[in-house]
Nanobody
Framework: QVEVVESGGGLVQAGGSLRLSCTASGRSFSRFATAWFRQAPGEEREFVAHISWSGASTHYADSVKGRFTISRDIAKNMVYLQMNNLKPEDTAVYYC???????????????????WGQGTRVTVSS
C-alpha cells in the first residue's frame, strides 16, 4: 500500500511564494507519475501540474503556467510544487496524486490516479 503525504501549505500574501512537497511512504516514488490537483471552496477539484516518472516531462494547467514549477528528486523520494507570484485565486486545498506508469503522457483527470494524499491548504491573501 502506498501512502501519499503532502506538506508545505500555509498562508501567504499575494505575490508571494510557497513550495509544496509530496512523498510516498511504503515504497519508492521512482516509478510513479505524479500530479498536483487543487480544490477551492465550493469548486470541483482541478488539475494543476503533472510530472512523469522520470521527471523528463511536465505539463501545467494554463492558469498556473509560468508561475508554478513541478519537479522531483528521485533520490529523496520527493515531488515538489514551487508556486511563485501567488494570487488569491490560487487559494485551495492542494492534493498530490500518483499512478504507477511509464507513460510520459500527462494525466489531467482524477480517475487516472490511484493514490492520493489528504491535501495541504494554501491560502493567498490580497
Amino acid at each position: 500500500q502506498v501512502e501519499v503525504v503532502e506538506s508545505g501549505g500555509g498562508l501567504v500574501q499575494a505575490g508571494g511564494s510557497l513550495r509544496l512537497s509530496c512523498t510516498a511512504s511504503g515504497r519508492s516514488f521512482s516509478r510513479f507519475a505524479t500530479a498536483w490537483f487543487r480544490q477551492a471552496p465550493g469548486e470541483e477539484r482541478e488539475f494543476v501540474a503533472h510530472i512523469s516518472w522520470s521527471g523528463a516531462s511536465t505539463h501545467y494547467a494554463d492558469s498556473v503556467k509560468g508561475r508554478f514549477t513541478i519537479s522531483r528528486d528521485i533520490a529523496k523520494n520527493m515531488v515538489y510544487l514551487q508556486m511563485n507570484n501567488l494570487k488569491p485565486e490560487d487559494t485551495a486545498v492542494y492534493y498530490c496524486a500518483a499512478r504507477l506508469t511509464y507513460t510520459v503522457v500527462a494525466g489531467t483527470e482524477e480517475y487516472e490516479y490511484d493514490y492520493w494524499g489528504q491535501g495541504t491548504r494554501v491560502t493567498v491573501s490580497s
